[in-house]
């Protein structure tokens, strides 16, 4: 079982960056791959960015490569999505998710454990 919370949401101007973080507590961290998605008001949920059990692999959607970054911290149960440059498209609840699969992968259905998510909003 793993709980997470994810924070580091709010307001912010095309162009800015944000840090979003997703501590986790309960089960091992090692266990698991973690994902960052995105959902915008009438829109499905998308993956964004995810990263291995190990922290060596990572992906990203096409529409934040170069811009966003994310990271693992295994000794702080933390996992970082680090947001530059970011434009009023990247607006929405992000959200965090852990999986037990080895390698990073955007498909919903292999997460177990989800975040409640925090808000992003770029915006002038």
């Known amino acids: 079982q793993v709980h997470l919370v994810e924070s580091g949401g709010g307001l912010v101007q095309p162009g800015g960056s944000l840090r979003l973080s997703c501590a986790a507590s309960?089960?091992?961290?090692?266990?698991?791959?973690f994902g960052w998605f995105r959902q915008a008001p009438g829109k499905e949920r998308e993956g964004v960015s995810s990263?291995?059990?190990?922290?060596?692999?990572?992906v990203y959607a096409d529409s934040v490569k170069g811009r966003f970054t994310i990271s693992r911290d295994n000794a702080r149960n933390t996992v970082y999505l680090q947001m530059n440059s970011l434009k009023p498209e990247d607006t929405g609840v992000y959200y965090c998710a852990a999986s037990p699969i080895a390698l990073p992968t955007f498909t919903t259905s292999l997460h177990n454990y989800w975040g409640q998510g925090t808000q992003v909003t770029v915006s002038s």
């Open positions: 309960g089960d091992t961290l090692d266990y698991y791959s």
């Open positions: 990263i291995s059990r190990s922290g060596g692999s990572t």
